[in-house]
């Protein structure tokens, strides 16, 4: 198991309801093609956040920008109920989870062009040599990044492991098709997205990394 984790959550609603309802989907969703239309009930822009732990920027977001649909992916259960619930009891229409491994659901479930923006924050770093194929951010997967973002669409990614990031880099600046941006540090104390884990290691004053892409072609 990797060595983080966002913490017990306590899910105050029965997953079998918030499955039931269309807010929770099972990992089996992530095995053949998603409409995401279907999904929301409407067409506008996707995000996609992968791995949102307990769901605080996911949720904020999702609030933030109603005119928007968010899809966050997280293959723990527990975690995608807490989050589902939550967005249940902030009454928040926009927002679907879904328990699956996110290679799956790029892989099997994403059609092309269907993302507009892609969030990746403090994705487990596998600090370990012998793990390190078990990362996400590698070069199979950045390519169904970029077959899945729209044209103009967004990816961003932020850790605090400083030689994962590297690696981040070097798979970015070969894939072709996505153009990286310039990453302001930010100045002030609520960091790059504001995510629990964030907070956790402002807080122990550790260092953060930061990569932006936009699909040009
Ligand atoms: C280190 S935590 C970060 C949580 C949150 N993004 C934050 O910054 O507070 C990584 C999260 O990603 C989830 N995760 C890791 N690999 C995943 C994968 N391949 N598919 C879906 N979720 C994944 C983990 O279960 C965990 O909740």
């Known amino acids: 198991m990797p060595s983080s984790r966002p913490?017990?959550?306590?899910?105050?609603?029965?997953?079998?309801?918030?499955?039931?309802?269309?807010?929770?989907?099972?990992?089996?969703?992530?095995?053949?093609?998603?409409?995401?239309?279907?999904?929301?009930?409407?067409?506008?822009?996707?995000?996609?956040?992968?791995?949102?732990?307990?769901?605080?920027?996911?949720?904020?977001?999702a609030q933030e920008r109603p005119e928007m649909n968010f899809l966050a992916v997280e293959w723990v259960m527990p975690y995608a109920a807490y989050v589902a619930d939550r967005a249940m009891r902030?009454?928040?229409?926009?927002?679907?989870?879904?328990?699956?491994?996110?290679?799956?659901?790029?892989?099997?479930?994403?059609?092309?062009?269907?993302?507009?923006?892609?969030?990746?924050?403090?994705?487990?770093?596998?600090?370990?040599?012998?793990?390190?194929?078990?990362?996400?951010?590698?070069p199979p997967f950045v390519a169904q990044i970029h077959r899945v973002l729209q044209i103009g669409g967004q990816v961003s990614v932020v850790t605090d492991h400083e030689e994962y990031f590297a690696q981040v880099q070097r798979v970015f600046d070969h894939q072709r098709g996505l153009i990286q941006l310039a990453v302001p540090t930010p100045t002030g104390p609520s960091g790059y997205v504001g995510t629990n884990f964030e907070k956790k290691y402002l807080a122990g004053g550790r260092s953060f990394f930061a990569l932006s892409a936009i699909r040009y072609r």
């Open 90 to 138: 902030a009454g928040l229409e926009n927002v679907r989870l879904i328990s699956a491994d996110a290679e799956q659901l790029f892989k099997k479930a994403l059609a092309d062009k269907s993302v507009w923006r892609l969030h990746v924050y403090f994705p487990d770093p596998w600090p370990k040599t012998k793990h390190h194929r078990r990362r996400l951010i590698k």
């Open 7 to 61: 913490g017990k959550v306590r899910v105050k609603t029965d997953p079998k309801l918030l499955i039931e309802k269309g807010l929770l989907l099972e990992r089996r969703a992530a095995d053949g093609p998603l409409d995401l239309a279907a999904l929301f009930g409407n067409s506008r822009p996707v995000e996609v956040e992968i791995g949102p732990g307990k769901g605080t920027f996911v949720l904020r977001r």
